[in-house]
């Protein structure tokens, strides 16, 4: 049993010492994600008497969570799972989808489009069901060793869900994101 444990670990030592590169540009990665969608506060008042609350106040947030595959130093695609919350309208989602993300610029810090399509998931009475659109754009910011990145952008989201989908829910968001290979 010792020697086959041994054995084992033998391997995986090796592939891993193998598999080391000085750049990364393709394989399994995974993604965390923030995101919010951010509205002016139409009873704000440049009086400083008033407390009116601040001119710029967020009303959604999005946690994601990505696991995918890097092609190239172009191209990946990867399979979200999402929790979304809209405050202003008191809605729960959960989608899943897949995403496909192209980086247009190759660059110190090369710049993204990407798209996305999938299903909100009923996972509880609280959470809508329906389909799910998003396109974005941003940017990847590089750490020292070029295997880790910060994904700073925008997305535009549209969301179908309610009677035969006819429930229609669109927001722009600013997200965060970290990227791990």
Do not use: W
């Not at 729960?92 to 995403?99: D, K, R, S, T």
């Not at 798209?115 to 009475?125: A, D, I, K, Q, S």
């Not at 925008?154 to 229609?168: L, S």
């Amino acid at each position: 049993m010792k020697s086959i444990l041994l054995y084992c670990l033998m391997f995986f030592c090796g592939l891993s010492i193998f598999a080391q590169d000085d750049i990364k540009t393709h394989g399994i990665y995974y993604k965390i994600s923030l995101a919010t969608t951010l509205t002016i506060n139409k009873d704000y008042t440049f009086d400083s008497e008033d407390d009116s609350g601040p001119l710029i106040n967020p009303s959604a947030l999005f946690v994601n969570n990505t696991v995918g595959y890097q092609f190239d130093e172009r191209s990946m695609i990867g399979f979200n799972l999402e929790y979304d919350y809209h405050s202003q309208q008191g809605l729960h989602f959960m989608p899943a989808y897949l995403n496909f993300q192209y980086h247009i610029i190759t660059s110190d810090i090369p710049f993204f489009i990407r798209g996305g399509y999938g299903r909100l998931l009923n996972v509880g009475t609280s959470f809508e069901k329906g389909t799910l659109y998003k396109v974005g754009l941003g940017a990847q910011f590089y750490d020292d060793n070029y295997k880790n990145s910060i994904h700073l952008g925008f997305d535009f989201t549209r969301k179908r869900f309610g009677f035969k989908q006819e429930d229609k829910l669109s927001s722009v968001s600013i997200f965060l994101e970290f990227m791990v290979f």
